[in-house]
């Protein structure tokens, strides 16, 4: 399998995670969405990584799984807040921006 | 001490301007009244000793010509600023400081009763009019006289509106500014057009170009009428006479000083200097004017009950007279009108405010009988209107009859006509008052006054606090020396004048040169004439007003409708009001409906657009990041759609 398959299925990954954070009104839902679309990037970097025959790539998944880690850990807490301020997770109800 | 006399001229100027400037500056020491008028009146005291000074290096002819540059513009200046003295301009110094002096030192008793603010005040203005006044007078070049004739109007407009909380004052005030304002346009527009044509304001300058031919003839009737038209403002011709009048709402020693000696004679003096640019053609419609002016002031004053306003009418008609000797071609003789006449009318003016000090009321019918109260008083108001009347060895004998010879010389027969009555309608009009004011016992005043309808009382002296207290007549007596004293130089000055002249016969030379008087030899016939018409004049009031021969009231009768027509002052007042008021009116409705249709208009539409627009625009921010997101991806997969087919 050559490189334009990671190519493909990190594509795939990442418009899955896009599609999931536009539509979905659980914000958990549109959490899991942005994980999704970061490690379709994972994939990219490994899979350049490899083919390249350079560890570059490697360290910077490490970094990203770290990342996204406290990312999640910091949007769930907020979450949490959100629902303790507002009764409710669901997206469209959070529109105080509305103009 | 003998400086140069032009330097002593600029000192003479500038002395009031500090005064001015002390008493401007200085709130606390303005406020203190009596110390402020004491400055002022020191400093014109200094002003009028600079002017002596610089008369007497001047008369003989000298001209002396001090400027400095003004408005630099490309190397060259477009105006200088500084002082012209020569014979004439000097000869007015005097006379403007000397009366400015009297009527300072007058005003502090006739004003006594006044808050010591509002005292400095007026001897704020004072000083200022002093400074403008000699402005104007010794004024090098026409931008520099037409900013000090702006401030004199200035100082008018304030001294009259002096008590402003009388609304008459504070209207006649306005209505002074705005009736001069009409005429300054027009000598504003003169002096800028004449700048076009010659590219100069210098009065020098223009008089060597005019005599080498360099001032193109054509045009010039229209520049020469626009500069006359602010003439006619200033020194109150028809039809822009209605203010002075009006303008007696001022204290009367204003009246005296602003409008009868000085600031209205700026219009005739401006001519005298002026006149080398005439054609023949203005000068007629000037001497025309001046001639209607003096008779139909002359018949109003013939009609009035208030004292200051027979003696506002009599200056209407004597610059009149002034202006036609300047139309008929010998300004030399207007101008020495103007110095006799600035004399005597301000010691009409100031016995007239004596009278009124002293009977607390301006109208002749609550006068009577004073010359046993106030001998002193009724001397010199004597004295006075014997010169107004033109009786040989007075003041205003001999400057009178120049005028009148003058317009017999420059073949203006229509003007003489009219002035000839006009001298026989002063003669009259004068003793009336005299007559009224001095002889008569009070109550037969007070029914011939109320013999006519339509009775003018305007105004009382406002520093007496209220209309006369129950028997005004308590005790009129002549007034204190410091009031009295201007009265008897002013006197004696007048009487000086007319005697030396009289005595001295036609050879006083006015004016440099081509326009000096007495080149013109007047017919043998004049003289008894004129003298003769004046005493037929005083013969006639003595006969109505004193020996009671002829009936006032069958007087009237006779002359029925022009008295009709002459206390409604012949409705020129009305008409203007008409005419503003209608004009106004118009043109406020055209604009409100402009405002309301056409601007209004278009601003709510174009208001209405940006709110529509808006309203569409903002339903693009639902506020749900959701959709920002959305949108984010779908710009960035459109520029990427851009990069890959428009870049590559």
Known sequence: ?99 | MMADPGALALIGLLLPAVSFLILAVIAPFRRSGRPAAYTSILFAAGSLAAAIGAWRGHAEGQVTRLAWEWLPSNGHSIATIGVLADRDSTLMLILVALVALLVQLYSIEYLHGEAPAALGRYYTYHSLFAFSMMGVVLAPNLLQLFICWELVGLCSFLLIGFWYQKPEAARAAVKAFWTTKAGDIGLLIGIVLLWRVTGTFDLGELRTMVASGAVPVEGLSLITFCIYLGAVGKSAQFPLHTWLPDAMEGPTPVSALIHAATMVTAGVYLLHRTVFLFPPDVLMVVAWIGAFTALLAAVLACVQDDIKRVLAYSTVSQLGYMMAAIGAGFSAAGFFHLLTHGLFKALLFLGAGAVIHAVHSNDLSHMGGLAKKMPQTALVFGIGTLSLAGIPLFGGFLSKEEILSATLAGHQTGPFVLLMVVAFLTAFYMFRVVFLAFFASPAAAGHYVNAGPGTVVSGFSRTHDGPPKGGHYTAPHDPPAVMILPLWVLAALSLAVGVYSTAAGRVLQFGPGAEGAGEHVAPPWLTPAAVGVAIAGIALAWLVYQRRTIDAGKLAAVFGPIRYAALHKFWIDDIYEGILAFALLALSRIVGWLDRYLVDGVLNVVSAWTVSTGDLLRTVQTGRAQDYVYGVAVGLLVLLLWMRWALT
Do not use: P, W
């Open chain 1, 1 to 99: 399998m050559g490189l334009q398959a990671y190519l493909i299925l990190a594509a795939t990954v990442f418009c899955i995670g896009l599609f999931g954070v536009v539509t979905r009104r659980n914000t958990i839902g549109i959490l899991l969405g942005i994980e999704l679309m970061l490690n379709a990037v994972n994939i990219n970097l490994v899979a350049f990584s490899h083919f390249n025959a350079s560890t570059t790539g490697m360290i910077f998944t490490l970094f990203t799984i770290c990342i996204t880690v406290s990312e999640a850990a910091i949007g769930l807490a907020l979450v949490i807040l959100l629902f303790r301020v507002r009764r409710t997770v669901m997206a469209d109800h959070l529109d105080l921006l509305k103009g």
